[in-house]
Structures are given as C-alpha cells and as structure tokens.
C-alpha cells in the first residue's frame, strides 16, 4: 500500500511536499559527506597518514549514521526516501592542512543547510522536525569545534614533522563514536 505522503501530503494532514523533499535531499548530503571524507582519507593514506586516515574513515562512518537517522525519520512520517547521485569529490587537497580546511568549508556548508531545515520546520509550525533536527544542530557545533581544533593544532605544528607525527599517532586513536572505549 503506498505511503500517503508519496501521493499527497497536504491532503493526508501530514508534511509538504517541500519539507520532505528537504530531508531527502539532507539524507543524501550525509551520504555525500562521506563519500568526501573517504576520498580524504585516501589522500591521507597516499601520504602514509595512516591515523588521519584512520580519523577521517571514522568521520566518514559517523555521516552514514547521519544518513541513516535521516532515513528512519523519513520512514516514520511516512514520506518516501528519494536517494541522488553521489557527486564526485575532489581528489587532491594541497597539503594536511588543505585537507582539514577543506573539512571545516564543509561542515559549516552542512551547518547552514541545517540551519535552513530548522527554519523551514518553524515557518511550518511542525514541532516534531524541529526537536528531531535538535541533536544535528548540536552535532553540528561539536564537528566544527573539533575541526577547528585540528587546524589550531596544524598551525602551531607548521612544517615541523615531529608534531605531524605525534597529531597523526593521535587522531589514529579515534574510536567510533558511542564506542565506550
Ligand atoms: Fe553530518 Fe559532518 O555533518
């Protein structure tokens, strides 16, 4: 039996059509986020950066579950997960440090379609999509504070390859998050 909303949500009482089209295309800029932090674990692997690719594969995973999260909400409000192509991501990012800049450009770009899907939940009075989004407006504080950090770090370090080492020996001990470890 086909989900009301795939035929008309406004009839069904439930959310626009714009509020569901929203959450699928959020759906699949997680999964977009993962495909570009994979690509930079690549280009971290290629420079032996073994624990930033190691951190980077972690970030990865963590989008999926974004992803995933987005998926089930999609399902509870009986709207249709609609997926996209996956957009090719860059390759080569300069340096290290181009890398985390890179990471930092992108989540901000994240934050602001959050934001924009928060606004569109208030415009349209529908309070459960502005709870449900809550924990992706904090997720989204956390991720740029832990980017910046790194960058922090990379600056202090400079060229000097002892400091890559050690920052590389620590974002290899990433563990997954809600590991207990
Ligand atoms: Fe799903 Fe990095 O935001």
């Known amino acids: 039996m086909p989900k009301l909303n795939r ?6 009482g439930l959310k626009s059509l714009e509020e569901l089209q929203k959450y699928s295309e959020q759906l699949n800029a997680e999964i977009s986020s993962a495909h570009l932090y994979l690509s930079m674990a690549a280009y971290l692997d290629g420079k032996s950066l073994e624990g930033m690719a190691h951190w980077m594969k972690m970030q990865a995973q963590e ?7 987005f998926y089930a909400y999609i399902n509870d ?7 996209d192509a996956i957009p090719k991501p860059d390759a080569d990012y300069g340096s ?11 989540e901000k770009h994240v934050t602001a379609l959050i934001h924009k899907l928060v606004q569109l939940a208030r415009n349209e009075s529908d ?3 502005e ?37 590389d020996r620590q974002l290899g001990a990433r563990q997954a998050a809600g590991s207990s470890h």
Request: charged share 25%.
């Open 77 to 83: 409000i009986n709207g249709s997960v609609q997926l």
């Open 7 to 12: 035929m008309c949500p406004e009839m069904a």
């Open 63 to 69: 989008e999926l579950t974004h992803s995933a999260k």
């Open 127 to 129: 309070y459960a999509t």
């Open 131 to 167: 709870i449900f989004l809550q924990w992706f407006v904090s997720e989204q504080v956390e991720e740029e504070a832990n980017v910046s950090k790194l960058l922090d770090d990379l600056e202090l370090i400079g060229d000097k390859p002892q400091g890559l080492f050690m920052l």
């Open 96 to 106: 290290v440090k181009g890398v985390f800049e890179a990471v930092l450009k992108h």
